[in-house]
């Protein structure tokens, strides 16, 4: 049987809600990790919340050294820590830490979704450790460091760690890559 669906056909080019839950489907993804997420909910037009685990060490920064990186939350539309709390991680799997120094098991997460990362190799091994074998990265095309990410993550499909993945549907600005 052909791996073109009904759906791939009405959808060749995906919005992204869509995308996603295509990929949810095709790969069994049941959770998913969003390293360095500050307040993108993106995935939450594909997957419920309890499903979504966010982590990004922008709060724990703005909780070590108060004043100083406030401003992220106000680029954000947050006036303080609280606030944020209170109306986005609120509800949410938010995890305030560090994606270098990740506090999950081996292969916890179905997939990854590496969205404008500033991560370094290391960070990036450490973050791919978190994914199971099969499953996915989702790369969503940097907007603040150009293709940085993208070549990253190509640089480890050299290595062998991960593979690029083809699918019958595409997204202008999601690219798929899969842990070997």
Do not use: W
């Not at 307040?39 to 909780?63: C, H, N, P, R």
């Not at 938010?94 to 999950?104: A, E, I, Q, T, W």
């Amino acid at each position: 049987m052909s791996s073109r669906t009904l759906e791939t056909i009405i959808h060749p080019e995906a919005d992204t809600a869509t995308f996603l839950n295509l990929l949810r489907q095709q790969f069994n993804i049941t959770r998913i990790y969003y390293p360095g997420a500050g307040t993108d909910d993106t995935l939450e037009s594909a997957f419920a919340q309890q499903e979504i685990t966010y982590l990004d060490k922008m709060v724990l920064d703005i909780i070590l050294e108060g004043v100083k990186l406030r401003l992220n939350f106000e680029d954000d539309g947050f006036t303080s820590f609280f606030e944020f709390i209170r109306k986005f991680a609120k509800g949410r799997n938010y995890v305030l830490g560090d994606f270098g120094k990740s506090p999950f098991a081996d292969g916890t997460f179905g997939a990854v979704f590496y969205k404008d990362i500033h991560a370094t190799e290391e960070e990036l091994a450490e973050i791919l450790r978190t994914l199971r074998t099969g499953g996915v990265v989702i790369h969503g095309k940097d907007i603040c460091e150009g293709e940085e990410g993208r070549k990253m993550l190509e640089a480890a499909a050299m290595l062998g760690m991960l593979r690029e993945v083809r699918l019958p549907y595409t997204h202008p600005d999601l690219t798929v890559f899969q842990k070997a």
